[in-house]
Structures are given as structure tokens and as C-alpha cells.
């Protein structure tokens, strides 16, 4: 993925893979995104109340949607390139005493031999697919996995994350002691693809010193209400609707900080 095409100041980053989500990232990840807390949650086991079948989960990373979902009762799967995400979701699993079908696999090349009733993407993960028709791929990839009459839910952020942000910086304290920061930054944004880079850099301090850093370069590309509706009925979908905030029935407003689309395989 190039980095050259992107305005703003260029940064050095540009031989790393993007979005990789490595070991301090998927452990910063949990303890900001806790288990369970976030509205999506809620929202996604509600709209998925009642329905049959197996549920797919793209990118689903540590497990913090897929888990109370295999706790609900649903048959869960899940998919994602990042070992060390993948790593948390295990033994998260493990501890709920839930059995979910886990694969290291990503969203352009996944396979598998059977389809499901339903296929999710909470917290935007569908953004950081850079380019539009990588996407169109993914979304027709997304269909033909889904059974007659399946179900698709995808979480976006709005056109307005593409307006300059200040730089994110945070920090926590692990269990053991250690000090985790992150300071996130803008290195470009290109309004002709709807889509920002981000470099973030995580550090685990330990008695003053320094012990670890990653840099973690992402991309994210957002999309347009009208627009993400035309590439689901490109892809085959039909009803498709959305709501915002994860207020069922709401539909998104100016101030609105997440989409959620659902759409159908028609039966
Ligand atoms: C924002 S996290 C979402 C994790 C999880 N779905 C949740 O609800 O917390 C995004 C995830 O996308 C994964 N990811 C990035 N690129 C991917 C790709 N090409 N295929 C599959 N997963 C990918 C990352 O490893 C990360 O776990």
C-alpha cells in the first residue's frame, strides 16, 4: 500500500505493513475498548436475538464482540490476520467457557466450506480496508459467505472523521505495574480516496525506563451514507438501512460518531 499518494507531511514509515495490530497495540486495545462495556455490544447481541445459525466475524480481534455473543447462546466464528489479537481471543474463550472457531486468515482471501445466517463488523474494522474496490471485493466476498435470507451488520465512522483531529495521546497503567502510553497522529489525509493515515506509536514504561515501542502505521478509509448503501446493492444486498449511535431505528445525524449498516441476502 503506498504512502506517497497521500497530502499532509510525509512520515518514515512507509515500509510497514498497515493496521497490523501487534502485541502492545492488542494489549492497549483491551484495557481501552473493556470487555462488554461498549454500546456496540449491547446493540449487536439485541439485533442478533433470536437468529439460527452460524455467525461469522471478520476482524474479530481479541474476542471483545465475539465473546459475549458465543456467551448469548450463538454459534460464533471468527477470522483475523493479527496473531497477537488473536492470541488475547483464545484464552478470553477459554475463560467464558465458550468455544468459538478462531482462523488466522484476512478479509480479501478468507474461505470456508460452509456459509452463515450472519456476518458482523463492530467498531468501523471495515475502514481500514484502504481503497474502494478492495472494498466492493470484500462486500461480495461478504454476500456469497452469507446463506439465502443472512443477515450483514457493519459499523462505519462517519464522513466528518475525515476533518483534522488534534493528536490522540493516552496512557494507562497495566496490572503489573507498567505504564502503557499512545500518542496517535495524523500523517496524511487524501479527500479524493475519503481516507486518513494514522501512525501511532505504543511504549510500556517500567520504573522509569523504557522497555518496549511499536509503531503502528494505519489507514482508514471512510465512507458516505448514500454511497456505502449503493456498494451494498452493488454487492447484492437488499433492506439496507441504518441506524446511529447504536440507537435501533435512529437513523444517523450531523453530530453522529457511528453508523451501523444492516442489509439482507435476499431468501
Ligand atoms: C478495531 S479492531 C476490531 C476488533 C473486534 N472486531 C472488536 O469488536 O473489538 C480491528 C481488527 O481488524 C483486524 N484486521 C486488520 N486488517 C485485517 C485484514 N486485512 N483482515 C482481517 N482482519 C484485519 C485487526 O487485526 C484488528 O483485530
Redesign the pocket.
Given at each position: 500500500m503506498g504512502h506517497a499518494r497521500f497530502h499532509g507531511h510525509q512520515d518514515m514509515y512507509t515500509n510497514s505493513p498497515?493496521?497490523?495490530?501487534g502485541s502492545l497495540?492488542?494489549e492497549i486495545?483491551d484495557i481501552d475498548?473493556p470487555f462488554g462495556k461498549?454500546p456496540?455490544?449491547a446493540f449487536y447481541r439485541d439485533a442478533l436475538k433470536g437468529l439460527d445459525g452460524p455467525i461469522l466475524?471478520?476482524?474479530?480481534?481479541?474476542?471483545?464482540?465475539?465473546v459475549p455473543l458465543a456467551e448469548a447462546g450463538h454459534e460464533m466464528w471468527?477470522?483475523?490476520?493479527?496473531a497477537?489479537?488473536?492470541a488475547q481471543a483464545e484464552p478470553r474463550c477459554a475463560k467464558a467457557g465458550v468455544r468459538a472457531r478462531l482462523s488466522q486468515?484476512?478479509?480479501?482471501d478468507?474461505t470456508y466450506d460452509q456459509r452463515f445466517s450472519a456476518i458482523?463488523?463492530?467498531?468501523?474494522?471495515f475502514t481500514?480496508?484502504e481503497d474502494a474496490d478492495t472494498a466492493f471485493g470484500v462486500l461480495a466476498r461478504f454476500y456469497a459467505a452469507l446463506s439465502p435470507g443472512g443477515l450483514l451488520l457493519i459499523d462505519l465512522t462517519p464522513l466528518s472523521t475525515l476533518a483534522p483531529v488534534e493528536d490522540d495521546r493516552r496512557s494507562w497503567v497495566a496490572e503489573n505495574g507498567d505504564l502503557l502510553t499512545l500518542h496517535a497522529v495524523r500523517t496524511g489525509t487524501d479527500w479524493t480516496k475519503q481516507a486518513f493515515r494514522l501512525s501511532v506509536r505504543y511504549e510500556r514504561w517500567r520504573e522509569n525506563r523504557l522497555v518496549a515501542a511499536e509503531l503502528e502505521p494505519m489507514v482508514m478509509r471512510q465512507w458516505g451514507i448514500e454511497e456505502f448503501r449503493m456498494a451494498l446493492e452493488r454487492a447484492g444486498f437488499t433492506d439496507a438501512r441504518c441506524h446511529g449511535d447504536y440507537k435501533r431505528g435512529e437513523p444517523p445525524e450531523a453530530g453522529t460518531h457511528m453508523v451501523t449498516w444492516e442489509a439482507r441476502k435476499p431468501a
Amino acid at each position: 500500500m503506498g504512502h506517497a499518494r497521500f497530502h499532509g507531511h510525509q512520515d518514515m514509515y512507509t515500509n510497514s505493513p498497515d493496521n497490523r495490530y501487534g502485541s502492545l497495540a492488542a494489549e492497549i486495545y483491551d484495557i481501552d475498548k473493556p470487555f462488554g462495556k461498549l454500546p456496540d455490544t449491547a446493540f449487536y447481541r439485541d439485533a442478533l436475538k433470536g437468529l439460527d445459525g452460524p455467525i461469522l466475524e471478520p476482524a474479530c480481534g481479541s474476542g471483545r464482540t465475539l465473546v459475549p455473543l458465543a456467551e448469548a447462546g450463538h454459534e460464533m466464528w471468527g477470522f483475523d490476520t493479527s496473531a497477537e489479537m488473536l492470541a488475547q481471543a483464545e484464552p478470553r474463550c477459554a475463560k467464558a467457557g465458550v468455544r468459538a472457531r478462531l482462523s488466522q486468515q484476512g478479509w480479501s482471501d478468507f474461505t470456508y466450506d460452509q456459509r452463515f445466517s450472519a456476518i458482523i463488523l463492530p467498531v468501523a474494522s471495515f475502514t481500514l480496508i484502504e481503497d474502494a474496490d478492495t472494498a466492493f471485493g470484500v462486500l461480495a466476498r461478504f454476500y456469497a459467505a452469507l446463506s439465502p435470507g443472512g443477515l450483514l451488520l457493519i459499523d462505519l465512522t462517519p464522513l466528518s472523521t475525515l476533518a483534522p483531529v488534534e493528536d490522540d495521546r493516552r496512557s494507562w497503567v497495566a496490572e503489573n505495574g507498567d505504564l502503557l502510553t499512545l500518542h496517535a497522529v495524523r500523517t496524511g489525509t487524501d479527500w479524493t480516496k475519503q481516507a486518513f493515515r494514522l501512525s501511532v506509536r505504543y511504549e510500556r514504561w517500567r520504573e522509569n525506563r523504557l522497555v518496549a515501542a511499536e509503531l503502528e502505521p494505519m489507514v482508514m478509509r471512510q465512507w458516505g451514507i448514500e454511497e456505502f448503501r449503493m456498494a451494498l446493492e452493488r454487492a447484492g444486498f437488499t433492506d439496507a438501512r441504518c441506524h446511529g449511535d447504536y440507537k435501533r431505528g435512529e437513523p444517523p445525524e450531523a453530530g453522529t460518531h457511528m453508523v451501523t449498516w444492516e442489509a439482507r441476502k435476499p431468501a
